[in-house]
């Protein structure tokens, strides 16, 4: 048994494991450089806690397992009972096993001298990855603990409990929920709700005492979902303040929470939330929580989220070919499906640089609108008499790939398939939850209903070899979701888990979308069995730029999809000019949701000009690290994408209203090398937004800018006197 020492990306995690009970986490944070044993003995020494009146009568301490008996009293860690006994614990350490190469993983090169190995050939799963798996055992309880943390080579830390019920008879789960400690510098709170079409708005508080929880009961992840909750220093920014985050990787019911106690105690933890006898643990069985994701950064949620993405981008499963333009037809034909139009409108996407053509919901039986046919998932005869054959070749044909809408794990009662297997419903004896969008959900659990899908879904793509995306969709949440008369969401999960492993290994040339009503399900659980998520069902270029900012606080921009919409939203009715609307879209997983069959010439020349525009830009977009500019006034916002090597990047200035001031402050460009030279430019070959000016800004009226890293840092530029809902593009390239 010893005290570990985890170090990566500058980032340290110290864990006192000398026992007897679970280990201490005694610092998780700021990289604290290399210690020597009798330094860490110390260390641990130094920071147990005093024992103050009206306390225990020893110093208390918070292990990676809170328990009663230790003498934590904040939120429970782990509950449940055997038939009203052992629902208390008392776990002893039975071992602790550790897989870690070092803080800073290197090779040797040809000349002996060794050389950092570059984040991006090293993956979550390779070496450079420091694992530490604890096993603790309560005999009294017949409970077994192991408990696994990975600190990968960018500083991202993970953490999961698996139960396993060592008794005779069978032990209720009620909750299990990893959790880290944060220290009293974090004042502040930041997370993130929403709902249709207005997902990922933040909302921030300080943080005081008691728990500030945050549940997700709809059966998926949520459109309020919190993706990061984020503690920080006080005022802390998008560049600057000492921040500590977790996202919980679960796409079914789950919580997230932050808890101070005036013990003096902070943590922030998640994990599945379960409902009453949703998790009945047979003697020898084992339950193994979701994911929780923790990260550390001192540069502000920037920092948080280049880590995250750097995780990510290293991934075996993460994209590695460009990620293709892509159109899809929903806002431009809806369910009126006519192979003639959709040809002329695949012609118009392949002229405007569409590699990408999506059939949207409206291909299958009986479905001319959305109260029919959902879980019929065979082609419509009456509207596809030769099938999607002649328009999957018509796309092909053109050199675009062929995407698909899907929503399997739906149905709607007027449809065959419920008829015949009504059983087949998530519910409780007896009745039905209410319908939401005309539909309810299949039991994904089920074996026969679980067995019909995967048979549907490999049979559309045998059958379509041409198909080589889904948009996998799923419109409702889960009510009153019954399993065989038992809580049924955690079983669902895990059905749809197993469902879209098993379709991915079959057809593993083809992507799969997660879209849930838009962003409803975007979680990294999900993530790891999809290409891409839809972050909103709402297009409006406005409200697209907070939902992606935001959004991209966890994911990179390949891993959202970003659509151009029409130029009237159709959520909520605003007006705006393609090129806002463009550069809304640019900073993604770039497409088109659009009927650009009905366009004008002008229109044509100039979406081509972006789709043109992104293309060139896109392997900065899609590699980059992202940052966002911290402005004093709320109307203008800016972001970016930096290479990392600091050779070139892009930056977004928008301006969202009208401000108090005719000219805000300069808008300030981080990310750069502050010692080399850049040139700053609009970007080109694209039409410029509209303004209110007399005169140009000194640096635009030039042609541009040449200035160091440090000063567009420091001083910035002035932007263009915008007006509102206009964007401004700015190409920055190195000189030296």
Same mark, same amino acid.
């Given at each position: 048994?010893?005290?570990?020492?985890?170090?990566?990306?500058?980032?340290?995690?110290?864990?006192?494991?000398?026992?007897?009970?679970?280990?201490?986490?005694?610092?998780?944070?700021?990289?604290?450089?290399?210690?020597?044993?009798?330094?860490?003995?110390?260390?641990?020494?130094?920071?147990?806690?005093?024992?103050?009146?009206?306390?225990?009568?020893?110093?208390?301490?918070?292990?990676?397992?809170?328990?009663?008996?230790?003498?934590?009293?904040?939120?429970?860690?782990?509950?449940?009972?055997?038939?009203?006994?052992?629902?208390?614990?008392?776990?002893?350490?039975?071992?602790?096993?550790?897989?870690?190469?070092?803080?800073?993983?290197?090779?040797?090169?040809?000349?002996?001298?060794?050389?950092?190995?570059?984040?991006?050939?090293?993956?979550?799963?390779?070496?450079?990855?420091?694992?530490?798996?604890?096993?603790?055992?309560?005999?009294?309880?017949?409970?077994?603990?192991?408990?696994?943390?990975?600190?990968?080579?960018?500083?991202?830390?993970?953490?999961?409990?698996?139960?396993?019920?060592?008794?005779?008879?069978?032990?209720?789960?009620?909750?299990?929920?990893?959790?880290?400690?944060?220290?009293?510098?974090?004042?502040?709170?930041?997370?993130?709700?929403?709902?249709?079409?207005?997902?990922?708005?933040?909302?921030?508080?300080?943080?005081?005492?008691?728990?500030?929880?945050?549940?997700?009961?709809?059966?998926?992840?949520?459109?309020?979902?919190?993706?990061?909750?984020?503690?920080?220093?006080?005022?802390?920014?998008?560049?600057?303040?000492?921040?500590?985050?977790?996202?919980?990787?679960?796409?079914?019911?789950?919580?997230?929470?932050?808890?101070?106690?005036?013990?003096?105690?902070?943590?922030?933890?998640?994990?599945?939330?379960?409902?009453?006898?949703?998790?009945?643990?047979?003697?020898?069985?084992?339950?193994?929580?979701?994911?929780?994701?923790?990260?550390?950064?001192?540069?502000?949620?920037?920092?948080?989220?280049?880590?995250?993405?750097?995780?990510?981008?290293?991934?075996?499963?993460?994209?590695?070919?460009?990620?293709?333009?892509?159109?899809?037809?929903?806002?431009?034909?809806?369910?009126?499906?006519?192979?003639?139009?959709?040809?002329?409108?695949?012609?118009?996407?392949?002229?405007?640089?569409?590699?990408?053509?999506?059939?949207?919901?409206?291909?299958?039986?009986?479905?001319?609108?959305?109260?029919?046919?959902?879980?019929?998932?065979?082609?419509?005869?009456?509207?596809?008499?030769?099938?999607?054959?002649?328009?999957?070749?018509?796309?092909?044909?053109?050199?675009?790939?062929?995407?698909?809408?899907?929503?399997?794990?739906?149905?709607?009662?007027?449809?065959?398939?419920?008829?015949?297997?009504?059983?087949?419903?998530?519910?409780?004896?007896?009745?039905?939850?209410?319908?939401?969008?005309?539909?309810?959900?299949?039991?994904?659990?089920?074996?026969?209903?679980?067995?019909?899908?995967?048979?549907?879904?490999?049979?559309?793509?045998?059958?379509?070899?041409?198909?080589?995306?889904?948009?996998?969709?799923?419109?409702?949440?889960?009510?009153?979701?019954?399993?065989?008369?038992?809580?049924?969401?955690?079983?669902?999960?895990?059905?749809?888990?197993?469902?879209?492993?098993?379709?991915?290994?079959?057809?593993?040339?083809?992507?799969?979308?997660?879209?849930?009503?838009?962003?409803?399900?975007?979680?990294?659980?999900?993530?790891?069995?999809?290409?891409?998520?839809?972050?909103?069902?709402?297009?409006?270029?406005?409200?697209?730029?907070?939902?992606?900012?935001?959004?991209?606080?966890?994911?990179?921009?390949?891993?959202?999809?970003?659509?151009?919409?029409?130029?009237?939203?159709?959520?909520?009715?605003?007006?705006?000019?393609?090129?806002?609307?463009?550069?809304?879209?640019?900073?993604?997983?770039?497409?088109?949701?659009?009927?650009?069959?009905?366009?004008?010439?002008?229109?044509?020349?100039?979406?081509?000009?972006?789709?043109?525009?992104?293309?060139?830009?896109?392997?900065?977009?899609?590699?980059?690290?992202?940052?966002?500019?911290?402005?004093?006034?709320?109307?203008?916002?800016?972001?970016?994408?930096?290479?990392?090597?600091?050779? %070139?990047?892009?930056?977004? *200035?928008?301006?969202? $209203? &009208?401000?108090?001031?005719?000219? +805000? /402050?300069? #808008?300030?460009?981080? @990310?750069?090398?502050?010692?080399?030279?850049?040139?700053? %430019?609009?970007?080109?070959? *694209?039409?410029?937004? $509209? &303004?209110?000016?007399?005169?140009? +800004? /000194?640096? #635009?009226?030039?042609? @541009?800018?040449?200035?160091?890293?440090?000063?567009?840092?420091?001083?910035?530029?002035?932007?263009?006197?915008?007006?509102?809902?206009?964007?401004?593009?700015?190409?920055?390239?190195?000189?030296?």
């Amino acid at each position: 048994m010893t005290i570990l020492h985890l170090r990566r990306a500058r980032t340290s995690l110290v864990l006192d494991a000398r026992g007897p009970g679970l280990p201490r986490v005694v610092h998780w944070g700021a990289d604290l450089g290399p210690l020597t044993d009798g330094d860490l003995a110390t260390l641990v020494a130094a920071t147990v806690p005093p024992v103050v009146p009206s306390s225990f009568d020893a110093p208390t301490v918070l292990s990676l397992l809170p328990e009663p008996g230790a003498g934590w009293s904040g939120r429970p860690a782990l509950a449940g009972h055997r038939d009203g006994a052992a629902w208390c614990t008392a776990f002893r350490l039975a071992g602790v096993d550790v897989d870690d190469d070092g803080p800073e993983p290197s090779r040797v090169a040809a000349g002996g001298e060794a050389v950092r190995v570059p984040d991006g050939e090293r993956d979550h799963d390779g070496a450079g990855t420091a694992r530490v798996t604890v096993r603790a055992s309560d005999p009294a309880a017949g409970l077994s603990l192991a408990v696994e943390l990975t600190l990968d080579p960018h500083g991202v830390l993970t953490v999961r409990h698996r139960l396993r019920n060592d008794g005779t008879t069978g032990y209720e789960l009620r909750e299990l929920t990893p959790v880290l400690p944060v220290p009293a510098v974090a004042t502040e709170l930041l997370d993130l709700t929403g709902r249709w079409c207005r997902e990922r708005s933040p909302q921030r508080h300080p943080w005081s005492m008691g728990t500030w929880v945050r549940e997700g009961r709809h059966g998926r992840t949520g459109h309020d979902a919190t993706l990061l909750l984020v503690a920080g220093t006080a005022g802390f920014g998008f560049g600057h303040g000492e921040v500590w985050a977790v996202h919980t990787a679960w796409s079914g019911d789950h919580v997230t929470f932050a808890e101070r106690r005036p013990t003096g105690d902070s943590i922030l933890g998640g994990g599945e939330l379960l409902a009453p006898g949703e998790v009945l643990l047979a003697p020898g069985a084992e339950y193994a929580t979701p994911l929780l994701y923790a990260v550390w950064s001192d540069t502000g949620l920037d920092g948080l989220s280049d880590a995250l993405h750097r995780h990510l981008r290293a991934r075996p499963t993460h994209p590695r070919t460009p990620r293709p333009v892509t159109l899809n037809v929903w806002e431009a034909v809806y369910f009126d499906h006519d192979l003639d139009r959709l040809r002329a409108l695949a012609d118009r996407a392949a002229e405007v640089g569409v590699e990408r053509f999506v059939l949207d919901d409206g291909w299958f039986r009986g479905r001319r609108h959305d109260r029919a046919g959902l879980g019929d998932w065979y082609v419509d005869e009456k509207v596809w008499p030769d099938g999607l054959t002649p328009l999957v070749d018509h796309v092909t044909g053109h050199g675009m790939a062929f995407g698909l809408w899907v929503e399997p794990e739906m149905v709607n009662p007027d449809s065959d398939v419920f008829r015949t297997h009504p059983e087949w419903v998530l519910s409780v004896p007896g009745r039905l939850p209410p319908e939401w969008r005309h539909q309810q959900v299949l039991d994904v659990a089920h074996p026969e209903a679980y067995g019909y899908l995967l048979g549907r879904l490999d049979a559309l793509l045998t059958e379509h070899p041409g198909i080589s995306y889904l948009k996998w969709d799923h419109n409702r949440d889960l009510t009153e979701a019954g399993h065989h008369g038992r809580p049924g969401v955690h079983e669902q999960t895990v059905a749809v888990y197993r469902l879209l492993d098993e379709l991915r290994a079959r057809h593993p040339d083809v992507e799969i979308e997660s879209c849930a009503s838009g962003g409803a399900r975007v979680d990294l659980e999900i993530l790891r069995r999809t290409d891409r998520v839809w972050a909103s069902d709402c297009n409006d270029a406005l409200e697209r730029l907070a939902i992606q900012r935001w959004t991209g606080l966890l994911l990179p921009p390949e891993l959202v999809g970003t659509h151009i919409g029409p130029e009237r939203s159709h959520t909520t009715h605003r007006v705006h000019d393609l090129g806002f609307r463009a550069a809304a879209a640019l900073f993604g997983h770039h497409g088109i949701e659009w009927d650009i069959g009905a366009i004008s010439a002008d229109e044509r020349r100039e979406l081509t000009a972006w789709v043109a525009l992104h293309k060139r830009l896109r392997p900065l977009l899609h590699a980059g690290r992202v940052v966002r500019v911290d402005h004093p006034d709320p109307a203008v916002w800016a972001h970016g994408v930096v290479a990392h090597d600091g050779s %070139r990047a892009v930056y977004a *200035v928008a301006r969202l $209203a &009208t401000s108090v001031a005719q000219v +805000p /402050g300069p #808008v300030r460009l981080p @990310g750069l090398d502050r010692h080399r030279r850049y040139a700053v %430019r609009p970007a080109a070959g *694209v039409p410029e937004p $509209a &303004t209110l000016q007399m005169t140009e +800004p /000194g640096w #635009v009226a030039a042609g @541009g800018a040449t200035l160091t890293g440090a000063v567009l840092a420091s001083v910035g530029l002035p932007a263009p006197a915008l007006h509102p809902e206009q964007a401004l593009l700015l190409e920055v390239t190195v000189l030296d």
